[in-house]
């Protein structure tokens, strides 16, 4: 039986590995809708690829190429932040929300809403707005299936258990370029350093979240939302080797761990197919090979972004969403030169402690709040910079 799907930032890495999956299985999935932020030439490629009915690119300067690129062609072509929600309002039986940033929170909230199945790979969707999107997912039945390796994982270990159950989820953690690096070290730490991250080929700002720690800090607020057994039975355990993507213990002491080399496509194949598996040409996990798995519980001194996050999430209202903002703010300027590596977390605190505005009710007050804490942290840049 055919599948209908859409998705949504279809030039990104997680579009384009799910687009891979769907080449090798083009019988099993038919592509209703794709979108992009600006790369229209990529984007038309793709559409008449996977021959979608409705291409968009959310930036209005790139629709005339994207409309010349798809001229002749069944595809229509659509541009701007409502063509995106109403792509998201199309009847499809699954969507990947893989939209960077908090601009992929009004259609992932759209297709919620739908009723729909959605495969989240969007972490600042759940992370600033988890209350809002959890509430939207109950009251219109629809499925959150989540992409991101370490949360599918956790999915995956539950299937057939029940959340009441649980003792402990740990999440697993790489540790980054400097999990082994001093403090004192990480003082004189380069943005091409942070980047290089030993496991995963990920974008700069994703690299140096992993590299703070700061990505592992997201990831929990969002298990505390898809999981909800309560934060003091969410942990975080440092694994260097990247095979154990996360693990669920349970009260007979059983603990569940799902395991596999460190490719994005065999978690999106799990929630393309699900509840079903499918085939994938990913590499097969040589355990011999790898030979030994490590383990050691992270430093809160070195890595203080999970201390934040932990923080930020216990206190809930509009924190989470401060945390996320204030944290772009401080990755876009080290990323530039402008604060040293150990000054992100200490921005991202400054303004947690700061910015204190009313936990958001809406997606209006959610961007009002985010496009307040980018201001605030923004102000917070030159006093951080200089160590005031």
């Known amino acids: 039986m055919t599948r209908s799907i859409s998705i949504f930032g279809a030039t990104g890495s997680v579009g384009l590995s799910t687009l891979d999956l769907v080449r090798q299985h083009r019988d099993t999935f038919r592509v209703v809708a794709l979108t992009a932020n600006g790369n229209a030439a990529k984007l038309a490629a793709l559409a008449q690829e996977f021959d979608a009915d409705l291409a968009v690119v959310a930036e209005e300067d790139a629709y ?207 929630a393309l197919a699900w509840p079903e598996r499918i085939a994938t040409t990913c590499q097969p996990l040589d355990l011999a090979a790898i030979g030994q798995l490590t383990f050691e519980a992270p430093d809160l001194v070195r890595f203080p972004a999970l201390r934040l996050a932990r923080a930020a999430i216990s206190e809930g209202g509009a924190k989470p969403a401060i945390l996320n903002a204030a944290n772009e703010v401080a990755v876009a300027a080290f990323l530039k030169e402008q604060i040293a590596f150990l000054d992100i977390a200490t921005l991202v605190e400054q303004t947690l402690m700061g910015f204190v505005p009313d936990a958001p009710v809406s997606l209006d007050d959610l961007f009002s709040i985010d496009a307040e804490a980018r201001r605030y942290a923004q102000d917070q840049l030159e006093k951080v910079a200089h160590g005031s």
Request: proline share 5%.
């Open 64 to 270: 005339p190429a994207l409309k010349t690129a798809l001229a002749g062609s069944r595809t229509e072509a659509a541009t701007g932040a409502d063509a995106l929600v109403a792509a998201a309002r199309r009847n499809v039986d699954w969507t990947m929300a893989s939209i960077v940033g908090c601009a992929g929170l009004p259609p992932t909230m759209a297709a919620i809403e739908q009723g729909r199945t959605v495969a989240l790979a969007n972490k600042e969707a759940l992370v600033s707005a988890g209350d809002l999107m959890m509430a939207a997912v109950e009251r219109s039945g629809a499925t959150l299936l989540p992409v991101d390796s370490e949360h599918n994982a956790i999915f995956q270990c539950l299937a057939g258990g029940k959340l009441e159950q649980v003792r402990k989820i740990t999440l697993t953690a790489s540790g980054g370029p400097f999990r082994s690096l001093s403090y004192d070290a990480m003082r004189y730490v380069t943005p091409a350093q942070a980047v290089a991250h030993p496991n995963w080929d990920m974008g700069a700002k994703i690299s140096v979240d992993s590299a703070t720690m700061m990505n592992k800090g997201l990831e929990l607020i969002e298990a505390y939302h898809l999981f909800p057994v309560g934060l003091d039975r969410l942990d975080i355990l440092v694994h260097p080797q990247s095979v154990i993507h996360s693990m669920v213990e349970y009260q007979d002491c059983s603990t569940l761990a799902q395991l596999g080399s460190p490719d994005m496509r065999i978690p999106i194949a799990s």
